[in-house]
């Protein structure tokens, strides 16, 4: 474990805590949980760690920063208007961690996503998913987050010269009525994380993967994974016990 994962480390366990004592469901996800199943610990380049809530309790645990230790603080939309994602951080502003991003996030930290029901993946929800994420990227730029790295694909470019052109104010707007787009209340069958990086594909997921949870080692701790994680990472990863080539071992956010 390097320093920065030993900072990282510490504000996971501090989130670990607080969800335990106060009854909050999470589950490790990503490459943190391949780094659990195939490292029991970090993946040796790994520079963050990603973790998922199921989003009453994504909610609920954002009003509970009085119970952190000193330091340790929430960073989200609600708490910096410069924040331009949904994801939240949980950060230990005791130990800076350099990034591209300027004095940004406040310290070495986690990211916690929003897992909520939602309507079956379908053409609709997946247009409505990849505007989300279009915006998600046009704040990080226009909030100098991110450089700014044309897309690929031209109907994305399009995209992104249209709503670039928005006021922030006006894209949150949008962002959120196409959440609540995506949003089932009674759905049973389908989750989402609107907040993931990745497409509508890897971003849905059957409910019955979170219906359980199991305990996997991380760093010599356990921690929580969904039940059907085995499910989840084949999907997303294919055969995630196998080691990329050397040339993709690197750090992605410093």
């Known amino acids: 474990m390097t320093k920065g994962q030993g900072h990282m480390f510490q504000v996971l366990r501090v ?3 607080l969800c335990e004592e106060q009854g909050l469901t999470y589950y490790l996800m990503g490459g943190s949980l391949i780094g659990a199943v195939r490292h029991q610990g970090f993946i040796p380049w790994d520079d963050d760690i990603d973790v998922s809530m199921p989003l009453e309790d994504f909610l609920k645990v954002q009003e509970l920063e009085e119970l952190l230790p000193e330091g340790i603080v929430f960073h989200s939309e609600r708490t910096d208007p410069g924040y331009p994602v949904i994801f939240v951080r949980l950060c230990d502003t005791a130990h800076p961690l350099k990034t591209k991003n300027k004095e940004k996030p406040k310290g070495a930290y986690i990211d ?32 100098k987050w991110l450089p700014f790295i044309p897309y690929k694909q031209r109907i994305a470019r399009i995209g992104f010269s249209v709503l670039r052109t928005l006021p922030c104010k006006w894209l949150r707007a949008l962002r959120r009525w196409l959440i609540v787009q995506l949003y089932d209340r009674d759905g049973q069958t389908t989750i989402c994380s609107p907040g993931g990086a990745y497409k ?6 059957p409910a019955r993967w979170f219906e359980t949870s199991e305990t996997v080692s991380f760093e010599g701790e356990n921690f929580s994974a969904p039940g059907g994680w085995d499910a989840y990472l084949r999907r997303n990863y294919g055969d995630y016990m196998e080691l990329p080539p050397e040339e993709e071992r690197i750090p992605r956010h410093g």
């Open 15 to 17: 989130f670990k805590s």
């Open 112 to 143: 916690i996503f929003p897992l909520m029901p939602s309507r079956p993946l379908n053409g609709r929800t997946k247009f409505f998913f990849s505007v989300i994420n279009v915006i998600n990227y046009v704040l990080q730029v226009k909030l």
């Open 200 to 205: 509508a594909d890897k971003e849905f997921y």
